[in-house]
């Protein structure tokens, strides 16, 4: 471990639970912090846009990886992983690029601001997800940095009042083999919680064979995974509380390649470490304090090969990564009136470092402050009106201020309007900053942040319990944008222009048959282009048909994404994408109390082989070649799990 510091954590981002469907969100009843662990559900009552997948949809459709999650099931978001399970992954949220979304788990930002638009989603597993929070749209008010498009967080399980626990364990066509459990109890000093999980994968070739070349040996791309933590809960008195988590995640994940490779392996550790005191005062006033730490290292190793089979060592143990901590006071005051006053200070201190591709190690700090308003209308007391604003210092970045309104306003029992408009921003990754590698463009400390504005719009009604809808648009427009001028990182005039729709249905109730059916469009570019920027689909759908009982059901999905494109160096703009996957799984629960429960999945279940990204490949004594990556072919998984 690097450096232990507590210190602590943005806003922890944790709702109210959905139903099985994400349109419809119920009371969440939390144990510990209101102010912290409601504040997304608050947001969506003022005006954000919020959806939720919860642990029981995880278990019941036999998902395993967060990514996969978050694929084909969460209306707006379009995810495409590399290389399927436990490999990073392009993402775009309302047509947005991949480090314009945060990534949080239970509030501690996770995003690799070593490079921004790397997603942080290989060493993560589900078996110990409660449940997932999306709040689209610009979050920068509370979350900072990367904020622009959405807010992804991943809330742990949090210790149970009684003891008890589960036992899972699953086998896959792909090699897959999986092993994780926890257990909860509590004593006389509070309630606690221990869990681990081992995950392993043999993986796939993710290239065609007629794409390798005569240097690269035939590898598969797998990986191996370990997890395993704690956390504690004491209850001090009556609104007191003091919350503890560790969480260890061990990665050894291959790196594939087409040509001049015989193996390439990161062996990454991460450790994340929080504390929070949260107290409510009285009725009127509640406050919590929180610390945290993210430490994320990994030693690169890659031996090369060429067309003779020669073998010779390029990078031993290489080392890359970051450490991040920081601290966050957040409090609340309601008037007498009813209207609120949320405010609080930020801090974050990264550094971060890379020995392979030598980026320079120097350390970032950011200190912010930020305030926001809910007022009670005693003249429409059912419209929700939120204002906000935040300032953001940085010791390299210039300092600047973000703004936030948003509205959620009922127009009649079976309808409601929700409205937001505001500001957001990204500071430069430390590769933007701090590049010193010959093969790059060079670094520049004097980047200013990427700045946004964004607008989001919804209508959202229901006809009776059995149909829900939701119409929504949006508009973002990035400005300083960083880019490469004179072989040197610098903000561009450019403007990023991104505007779109997005629609869904749902057609059931949380019994029986259920039907959901959901669309985006976007349309982004930036300024002065015809074309969609790279790898951001122009247009993405989802339908998923299920059956629920009381202790069985099964799901088909169907996930299809439209033309992407990406722009080459030699080759020019190359076009993929444009087809459509199927998933399906079925449990089963039996024993006493449900205790046992069989679950069964089928990944890519027409076994479609296609590409979900392409790059150009340049052979030492050939043209360059369009070199596709092969997105997962069919898996099936079998999956038990005994809970006690």
């Known amino acids: ?66 990514g996969q999650a978050l694929q084909g099931n969460v209306p707006g978001i379009y995810l495409s992983p590399k290389t399927g399970r436990g490999d990073y992954a392009d993402i775009a949220i309302q047509g947005s690029r991949s480090q314009d979304v945060l990534w949080l788990v239970d509030g501690v930002r ?120 704690g956390r504690y809960q004491l209850d001090a008195g009556t609104g007191q509380s003091l919350n503890v988590l560790v969480l260890r995640n061990d990665v050894e994940a291959d790196f594939s390649r087409a040509s001049n490779n015989f193996k390439a392996v990161n062996d990454r550790d991460e450790h994340i470490v929080s504390l929070k005191w949260d107290h409510q005062v009285n009725e009127q006033n509640g406050y919590f304090i929180k610390a945290y730490w993210h430490d994320w290292w990994t030693d690169y190793t890659r031996l090369n090969m060429d067309a003779d089979r020669n073998i010779t060592l390029i990078s031993d143990r ?21 209207s609120q006053l949320l405010g609080g200070v930020d801090y974050q201190r ?20 930020f305030v926001q308003y809910r007022p009670h209308l005693s003249f429409s007391p059912s419209t929700h009106l939120a204002l906000g604003a935040r300032y953001n210092h940085s010791n390299f970045a210039d300092d600047h201020s973000i703004w936030n309104i948003s509205l959620k306003q009922p127009l009649s029992r079976d309808l409601n309007l929700k409205a937001s408009v505001g500001t957001n921003f990204r500071l ?3 590769f933007e900053m701090f590049v010193i590698d010959e093969d790059f463009p060079a670094g520049n400390e004097n980047l200013e942040p990427e700045e946004s504005i964004n607008s989001n719009v919804s209508l959202t009604g229901h006809f009776g319990r059995p149909v829900e ?29 991104v505007h779109g729709a997005e629609a869904m249905l749902n057609l059931g109730g949380d019994r029986g048959w259920q039907l959901d059916l959901n669309a985006t469009w976007a349309d982004a570019r930036e300024g002065g282009s015809d074309e969609q920027i790279a790898d951001i689909p122009e247009w993405h759908a989802n339908a998923t048909l299920s059956w629920q009982g009381n202790d069985q059901g099964w799901q088909l999905n169907a996930r299809h994404t439209g033309e992407v494109a990406t722009t080459t160096a030699d080759i020019g703009r190359q076009s993929y994408g444009d087809h459509t996957l199927l998933s399906a799984s079925a449990w089963r629960q039996f024993g006493a109390d449900g205790a046992h429960r069989i679950t069964l999945r089928l990944e890519n279940l027409r076994d479609r082989q296609y590409a979900n990204g392409v790059a150009q490949a340049t052979p030492s004594k050939s043209d360059p ?12 998984q079998l999956e038990y799990s005994r809970s006690f």
């Open 1 to 66: 471990m690097k450096r232990l510091c507590l210190l602590l954590a943005l806003v922890s981002p944790v709702s109210a639970l959905g139903a099985d469907h994400h349109m419809a969100l119920d009371e969440l009843v939390v144990q510990g912090s209101a102010l912290e662990e409601t504040l997304p559900s608050e947001l969506s009552d003022y005006g954000a846009e919020l959806e939720v997948i919860d642990a029981q949809e995880l278990e019941r459709t036999g998902i395993s990886d967060v």
């Open 110 to 229: 996770i995003n690799n601001r070593l490079f921004g638009s790397t997603s942080p989603l290989d060493s993560i597993s589900t078996h110990m997800v409660e449940r997932i929070e999306i709040l689209k749209g610009g979050q920068g008010l509370f979350y900072g940095t990367q904020a622009v498009a959405g807010v992804v967080n991943i809330v742990l399980r949090k210790p149970e009042k009684d003891s008890g626990g589960t036992l899972t364990g699953a086998i896959g066509s792909l090699g897959d083999r999986r092993l994780a459990g926890h257990v909860s109890n509590r004593n006389d000093y509070g309630r606690w919680l221990v869990f681990g999980e081992h995950d392993h994968s043999d993986g796939y070739q993710p290239y065609r064979d007629t794409a390798l070349q005569d240097s690269a040996r035939r590898q598969k791309r797998g990986f191996t995974r370990s997890s395993y933590g």
């Open 318 to 338: 290489a080392e890359w990564g970051f450490d991040d901590y920081g601290i966050n006071l957040t409090g609340r005051h309601t008037t007498d009136d009813g």
């Open 350 to 369: 990264y550094q971060g470092e890379d020995y392979s591709l030598r980026i320079d190690g120097k350390t970032e700090a950011v200190t912010a402050g």
């Open 428 to 430: 430069p990754s430390a």
């Open 469 to 497: 809808w939701h119409l929504g648009g949006f508009y973002r427009e990035i400005d300083n944008l960083i880019t490469v001028q004179d072989g040197q990182y610098a903000n561009s005039n450019r403007t990023v222009r």
């Open 625 to 636: 070649y369009r070199l596709e990556t092969l997105g997962p072919p069919r898996n099936v």
